[in-house]
């Protein structure tokens, strides 16, 4: 059911123009884990949650989702990421992420394109994604790309564990 073979810069530019052509777009798997961590610590303004975001938590979200989620590669470098799941109606995106070096090159489309083709293959049919307000780097790209800013509907929390607590990158 998942992609079976990695995708490389080259393939992906058949749907996005990527300017980084030695940048490898594949499926995350646990293996990912630190080196995707890593790069997280290093967004400014990035939520990372006690919990949720420990290995544990990412092992849990990809045994659940284990086609969906992908990592942007640059010689065995983990340069970006998406956490991409969906309850059987619905695709979401968490965490996208591109190291500040390599952004405006293409990544984080590519990196996205791929993961709405695995939603596809797995009959999802919408994709939605939370980015805070101050993030505009964020912002500006998904408008860029083509996403719509939803003005139509209030989104709401609710905490079931208090010690899963988000700490934010200074």
Not at 13 to 26: C, E, F, G, L
């Amino acid at each position: 059911m998942c992609m079976e073979k990695e995708t490389t810069g080259q393939k992906i530019q058949q749907d996005v123009k990527m300017k980084t052509p030695q940048v490898t777009i594949r499926e995350m798997k646990l293996e990912d884990y630190d080196s995707v961590r890593a790069l997280w610590m290093t967004i400014r303004g990035f939520g990372i949650r006690s919990i949720d975001d420990s290995r544990e938590g990412v092992s849990r979200f990809l045994k659940r989702n284990p086609c969906t989620s992908v990592v942007a590669l640059d010689r065995g470098r983990v340069v970006g990421a998406i956490l991409c799941g969906h309850d059987g109606r619905r695709g979401c995106f968490y965490h996208v992420c591109v190291h500040e070096d390599y952004r405006k090159r293409g990544i984080g489309k590519a990196m996205a394109v791929f993961a709405m083709k695995a939603l596809q293959k797995e009959e999802i049919n919408k994709v939605s994604l939370i980015a805070f307000k101050q993030n505009e780097v964020g912002n500006h790209f998904w408008k860029s790309v083509g996403w719509t800013f939803r003005e139509d509907l209030n989104y709401y929390d609710f905490t079931l564990n208090t010690t899963n607590i988000t700490k934010f990158n200074r």
